[in-house]
């Protein structure tokens, strides 16, 4: 093994910036040379334009995943808020550690280079900004250990004024490994791209407290500046290539480390819908897969998140194929599957799992036709532990079963008499019906009843209502958190009802949601 290069006395930088009405904010950072086998250097400084360059070469996915895991539990542990992980940010850290596991030589800062400078390169609008670096022939965890026993770098990780960050990792071809962590302070919570508060900078700006909101070791979702239609509330977009690849970018918003995942079809979309309570109990994410075999992306997270042990699957094999059971054990999973004869028994199935059995409340809705109202309530029943069965149209098809489970719990149906006609809602025995005058005004409803038991919006997702977009947001109810639904032409009345709540962050679900 080549022997370790080592940085023997300290270095330190230190950048000034001018200040909002014309003060000046100081930056210092301490680098030193810790142990064998590494060098580290951390930076700090400010200034910057947004234009992020292009990664030069695949990142180090698990490296990444290490340290940001390592990085948010070194924070949480101090009481301090995760970083928000933005994708230009990502693109940043990755373009330096790509350009020095190419070069292969000494360790270095970017604002050496003024193509790769960090400080300009970072989406603007930030008040104060650090880089750390590190060359060693292990992977992340080590990182986040030889960084937490530097001075320097520690400081940069604890910062409590920093609340954004980026990853990149890439290894020489000689083995060895670069990575890069970049950070940002965006001020009281006004991610990259959104609209940032005039304000004189202090020395300790407070991190207003946030969702854990992590980018997935698949795809990193997007941060996109908040456009003229959206509220004034930090944005960011997950957005997938396909429904199949939004459900796995989603996947860190809801664990970063999980040790079971729940997949439903997403061909056959009306198993998802009482997926997503189940799946927030086990602490899982909620995949779409081809109904024939397993879908590439949903492979490839796997792949990227040995954490996972175990898969349940939810729908009968006309949904999920046994072929589908055969990929997945194929990858040394243990799989369950919950189904029934067909999406009423399903539905039936997973509410009397024990993770929701003990649940005396149970949201109803639509199992035919569109599954607006479905989406709606998903986040909302996650995050409150309560199942969500599914209606027939008509009051002849409700079944002893349905009746039965439902007649045992407080029964609240979401959607007008449109969605679930009276005669429907006489047989199963309604205590409360959330509607408004359309799926939009519905939601808003749902909202409503959320906050009333409860249920946090310091994060709230919004996705598109239209009919064609609603797979993104069905996976998105395993996150636990309220959905709104818009119009694809503009936020219409989500933008009050997000700012009147306060709320923190809004997550923008898929294609089709007007953010970008």
């Known amino acids: 093994m080549p022997a370790p290069t080592m940085t023997p006395t300290p270095v330190t930088q230190v950048v000034q910036r001018p200040g909002t009405l014309g003060t000046r904010r100081r930056f210092r950072t301490t680098t030193r040379g810790l142990v064998a086998l590494a060098v580290l250097l951390a930076g ?21 995943t290490d340290m940001q895991a390592g990085h948010d539990h070194e924070r ?38 003024p193509a790769y400078d960090y400080r300009t390169h970072i989406p603007g ?30 400081a940069n990780m604890l910062n409590p004024a920093f609340d954004a960050a ?34 004189t900078p202090t020395a300790s700006p407070t991190s207003t407290p946030t ?11 997007t941060s996109t500046p908040t456009g003229t239609s959206a509220p004034a509330v930090p944005t960011r977009a997950v957005i997938g290539d396909d429904r199949y690849a939004t459900s796995t970018a989603l996947a860190a918003t809801v664990n970063p480390s999980p040790t079971a995942v729940v997949i439903a079809s997403g061909e056959r979309l009306v198993d998802s819908i009482p997926a997503a309570p189940l799946a927030r109990k086990l602490g899982a994410p909620l995949l779409l897969t081809r109904s024939a075999a397993l879908s590439s992306s949903v492979a490839d997270y796997l792949a990227a998140t040995p954490s996972v042990t175990k898969a349940v699957v939810v729908g009968g094999e006309t949904s999920v194929t046994p072929q589908v059971v055969s990929d997945l054990l194929a990858r040394g ?22 993770e929701l059995s003990g649940s005396t409340s149970a949201y109803a809705a639509r199992g035919t036709g569109t599954f607006a109202d479905s ?24 079944s002893t079963a349905l009746a039965a489970a439902l007649g045992s719990r407080r029964v609240v149906v979401v959607g007008g008499t449109e969605s679930v006609s009276a005669d429907v809602a006489a047989a199963i025995g309604v205590d409360e019906r959330l509607a408004g005058a359309d799926r939009y005004a519905t939601a808003t409803a749902v909202a409503d009843h959320a906050v009333t038991h409860g249920v946090g919006v310091g994060r709230v997702l919004v996705a598109s ?31 009050s009802w997000l700012t009147g709540h306060g709320v923190r962050e809004v997550v923008a679900v898929g294609g089709g949601t007007p953010v970008r």
């Open 375 to 398: 989406v709606a309530v998903g986040g909302t029943a996650a995050a409150l532990g309560v199942p969500v069965l599914l209606l027939p149209p008509r009051q002849a098809d409700v």
């Open 44 to 64: 700090a400084s400010g200034a910057g334009v947004a234009v992020a360059p292009a990664a030069q070469a695949a990142p180090d996915q698990q490296v990444i």
């Open 76 to 113: 949480a542990s101090r009481g301090l808020d995760p970083l928000h992980r933005d994708s230009r940010m990502d693109a940043v850290a990755q373009a330096w550690a790509d350009k020095l596991a190419a070069d292969s030589s000494s360790l270095r800062h970017s604002d050496v280079d």
């Open 125 to 154: 609008g930030w008040r104060g900004a650090a880089e750390n670096a590190a060359q060693h022939w292990a992977g992340g965890g080590d990182l986040v250990w030889m960084w937490m026993n530097s001075s320097g770098h520690r």
């Open 333 to 354: 999973l243990t799989v369950e599957r919950v189904g029934g004869v067909d999406r009423y028994a399903t539905a039936l199935a997973v509410a009397a799992r024990p």
């Open 211 to 221: 969702a854990r909101l992590t980018g997935s070791p698949t795809a990193s979702p």
């Open 166 to 199: 980026g990853y990149g990792a890439a290894r020489g071809s000689d083995g060895r490994l670069w990575a890069i962590v970049v950070f940002g302070d965006y001020y009281n919570g006004a991610w990259p791209g959104s609209s940032i508060p005039t304000a």
């Open 465 to 495: 209502g239209d009919d064609a977009r609603l797979a993104d947001a069905l996976v998105a109810g395993a996150a636990g958190s309220v959905t709104l639904l818009v119009r694809p032409t503009g936020w219409g009345s989500a933008t």
